[in-house]
């Protein structure tokens, strides 16, 4: 079992930056890929950012690419998306989802363990 904690949201004006945080319990963290999701009130969740287990294989969403940027820490059994030149259209809550299996995918049905999430807001 794992269990996911994300932070770091908040409000930002738009042009702004945060970082979420996602820490993970568990030893086999460092095998895990690693997922951001984000999801509107009465929308889908929609992919982000993947990253494969060692940190390699990363991929984005066209929606963000350029301006997040999804690492991690195994040692620290977490994993970052920097977010950058926000927009409005990036509120959401945000969720950290983690697979079993090193593969990064972006399909929300591949992922196993799911954080509470975080909200991000952005205002003009």
């Known amino acids: 079992q794992v269990q996911l904690v994300e932070s770091g949201g908040g409000l930002v004006q738009a042009g702004g930056s945060l970082r979420l945080s996602c820490a993970a319990s568990g030893r086999t963290f460092s095998s895990y890929a690693m997922g951001w999701f984000r999801q509107a009130p009465g929308k889908e969740r929609e992919f982000v950012a993947t990253?494969?287990?060692?940190?390699?294989?990363?991929y984005y969403a066209d929606s963000v690419k350029g301006r997040f940027t999804i690492s991690r820490d195994n040692a620290k059994n977490t994993v970052y998306l920097q977010m950058n030149s926000l927009k409005r259209e990036d509120t959401d809550v945000y969720y950290c989802?983690?697979?079993?299996?090193?593969?990064?995918?972006?399909?929300?049905?591949?992922?196993?363990?799911w954080g509470q999430g975080t909200q991000v807001t952005v205002s003009s």
């Open positions: 989802a983690a697979r079993v299996g090193g593969t990064p995918y972006q399909s929300t049905y591949r992922y196993d363990y």
């Open positions: 990253i494969g287990w060692s940190g390699g294989g990363t």
